[in-house]
């Protein structure tokens, strides 16, 4: 699969920051391809993913960590080659994604230990807690290895000389 990209100019490079799980950042949309680039897009953030700013075709470069005030500052930097369209599949993968299955997976394990803890069931309501939340942490990491494996496909970019028409 290859998708049209076509040159950025400086003043078009997205400012990606987040503070507190709020403001742009990067999702990524497909595997790396043999240059090691991809295509990602960038979203605003409020805790999940609300609104897709635009798409682009990138490298990751370094990531660092420095202390800082109360915590540590996360930065990862990309370098970015060029400006494509956005793929409402990928917008929509995204959403279920981050407002379904992510949500789910946090939320449901929590519920059920809260509830077997709330029941007056002796020793084994600890146990069957502790199992219910391996097997769900379990079920959610294969899940997640099953989306960066298949559902992100490597994408090729065919350059072209500027944004096509609509």
């Known amino acids: ?3 049209p ?6 003043d078009e490079i997205p400012e990606l920051r987040t503070d507190s799980g709020v403001g742009i950042m990067l999702l990524h ?3 790396p391809d043999a240059g090691g680039r991809f295509f990602a897009t960038a979203w605003l953030v409020i805790l999940l993913p609300v ?3 635009g798409r682009y075709y990138v490298r990751q470069g370094a990531s660092s960590e420095s202390p800082a005030l109360g915590g540590t500052v ?15 599949s990928e917008v929509i993968r995204c959403y279920v ?12 394990p929590s519920a059920a ?5 709330t029941q007056d069931s002796g020793w084994s ?10 097997v769900w942490a379990t079920l959610g990491t294969l899940l997640f290895i099953q989306y960066r494996r298949r559902w992100r496909p490597v994408r090729e970019a065919h350059w072209v000389p500027a944004r096509p028409s609509a």
């Open 1 to 3: 699969m290859s998708d």
């Open 5 to 10: 990209v076509w040159p950025l100019s400086p």
């Open 29 to 31: 949309n497909s595997r």
């Open 51 to 53: 609104l897709p700013r």
């Open 74 to 88: 996360h930065t990862t930097r990309y370098e970015f080659f060029g400006r494509s369209s956005v793929r409402m």
């Open 97 to 108: 994604f981050g407002w379904l299955v992510v949500p789910v997976f946090f939320l449901l």
């Open 113 to 117: 230990v809260l509830w077997w803890l």
């Open 125 to 134: 309501s600890g146990l069957w807690g502790f199992l219910a939340v391996a």
